[in-house]
């Protein structure tokens, strides 16, 4: 089976500007999460959708939105961008929801 | 205290030699346990599963977890530099489908 993949690679972007991030989960799951990792804070849960239903939100400001699609495909978008969001962006599908299996993740850089 | 705990390290140690790695947790709910490998600028990648306590072992690796110490560890045999990476413990409920995620032990094997 096809790993989980994520689009783009890389991304810079200015600060106040927004950004949409693409994610396609391993065939067969329906789970899809979004994580943030920085040095600092380390991997931060954003939140995971469920059939097209987000079904469990982490502890991020509202500026962090994400949808997922009928063919389970999700991305997540931040608005208003800022420095602090630089980070590594991490997508993970799972079958049952324990197992996460994760993709190459997004680097995204705000200047 | 933190839901989960690890030891950032750096582990350094040289070629050949057993690793140990370890995390503790505090939510005796936890049943689902996980480790990750990470590699520099890479998604993380899931490397042992387990939900019991006990030992289980996948090449030169093994997972234990001991549920009465609420203390999980993951030992890999005749390290390699390509072990080289940094690992994460990742612990689960069964009611939560979102694992939560140690902030990562970074080993070295020098040859």
């Known amino acids: 089976k096809a790993g989980v993949t994520q689009t783009p690679r890389y991304l810079i972007k200015t600060r106040g500007q927004q950004v949409t991030l693409s994610c396609s989960p391993i065939?067969?799951?329906?789970?899809v999460s979004w994580y943030q990792q920085t040095p600092g804070q380390g991997l931060q849960f954003l939140f995971e959708?469920?059939?097209?239903?987000?079904?469990n939100k982490g502890n991020f400001p509202g500026r962090f939105s994400g949808r997922q699609f009928s063919n389970s495909r999700s991305e997540m978008n931040v608005s208003t961008l800022e420095l602090g969001d630089s980070a590594l962006y991490l997508c993970a599908s799972s079958s049952s929801g324990n197992e996460q299996y994760f993709g190459p993740g997004t680097r995204l850089t705000v200047t | 205290q933190k839901e989960v705990e690890q030891d950032p390290g750096p582990l350094s140690v040289p070629e050949g030699a057993i690793v140990s790695l370890n995390c503790t947790y505090s939510n005796s709910a936890f049943q689902y346990f996980m480790w990750y490998r990470q590699y520099s600028r890479k998604g993380p990648e899931l490397l042992m599963y387990t939900y019991s306590s006990g030992n289980k072992e996948d090449g030169r690796f093994t997972a234990q977890v001991d549920k009465s110490s609420k203390y999980i560890s993951l030992f890999i045999r005749d390290s390699q530099p390509s072990d080289s990476a940094t690992y994460l413990c990742?612990?689960?409920?069964?009611?939560?489908?979102?694992?939560?995620f140690g902030r990562g032990t970074s080993l070295i094997v020098h040859p």
């Open positions: 990742a612990i689960a409920s069964g009611g939560s489908y979102i694992p939560t």
């Open positions: 959708y469920f059939s097209e239903t987000q079904r």
């Open positions: 065939s067969g799951h329906r789970s």
